[in-house]
């Protein structure tokens, strides 16, 4: 279902034209690519740099090029659909087919699948984080205290790469780390666990980013309409 967006640009012609803010985003890649120095071009005020090691291990792997940069996007947006795949399937939820198709088929999800956007990094960040938060709040299943805790901090690691990518984000931290809060009484340690990778890894980065040229201020704004969006 990711890929149709993806096809259907090439289909018309389009394959190798920028979607929105996509041409900023391969511009920064570009330049990161053949000389190895990440410059920002002043365009988005986001995080951004989370979407830099995904797509060089990625170029790696099948070439590099705006085709595969692209088709990276609609890769994301499966990633991201796994994750509530598995969010849903930790939820007991039995017609997950329906939620899915919804969920890939909404106009917001269409329009970023097969496009090289930072919007498909960040919500396959946020949502693997509460998945991963939620398969340890679920008191029906027992895990070992080291199994909790290696959950932990690979829903730490989703928040951060999510919250590098856009750091309004940063929503998904909150509900991963809510979760495991509530499950304290059978997660001893996972809430400061996800507490502690998480701002270890996404502080300094987020920090440096915000010192590089066009690297836009630090902000801390709350904005209640779009945390719910």
């Not at 088709?71 to 899915?100: E, K």
């Not at 929503?171 to 809510?178: I, N, P, Q, T």
């Not at 001893?188 to 990778?197: G, N, Y």
Request: glycine fraction near 10%; hydrophobic fraction near 60%.
């Amino acid at each position: 279902m990711v890929l149709l967006p993806f096809a259907w640009r090439i289909w018309v012609g389009a394959g190798e034209i920028p979607a929105g803010d996509a041409w900023a985003y391969e511009r920064i890649f570009d330049t990161y690519h053949t000389t190895g120095h990440l410059r920002l071009v002043g365009w988005n005020d986001i995080t951004l740099v989370g979407m830099i090691p995904v797509t060089s291990l990625w170029v790696a792997i099948v070439g590099y090029g705006a085709m595969q940069l692209h088709l990276l996007g609609s890769v994301m947006c499966a990633v991201a659909l796994y994750g509530l795949r598995s969010l849903l399937i930790t939820c007991d939820t039995t017609r997950r087919w329906p939620a899915l198709v919804l969920f890939g088929g909404f106009s917001g999800m269409v329009s970023i699948a097969g496009t090289y956007l930072s919007d498909s990094f960040a919500i396959a960040g946020c949502i693997w984080a509460v998945a991963l938060a939620a398969r340890i709040a679920h008191k029906r299943v027992d895990r070992s205290p080291l199994l909790i805790d290696i959950l932990a901090g690979m829903a730490a690691l989703a928040a951060a790469f999510g919250f590098l990518v856009r750091q309004q984000m940063m929503v998904g931290a909150f509900a991963a780390a809510w979760l495991l809060w509530s499950a304290r009484s059978v997660a001893h340690r996972a809430f400061a666990v996800f507490v502690a990778l998480f701002f270890a890894v996404a502080a300094p980065v987020y920090l440096w980013r915000s010192g590089m040229e066009h690297g836009g201020q630090i902000e801390l704004d709350l904005h209640p309409r779009g945390a719910l969006a």
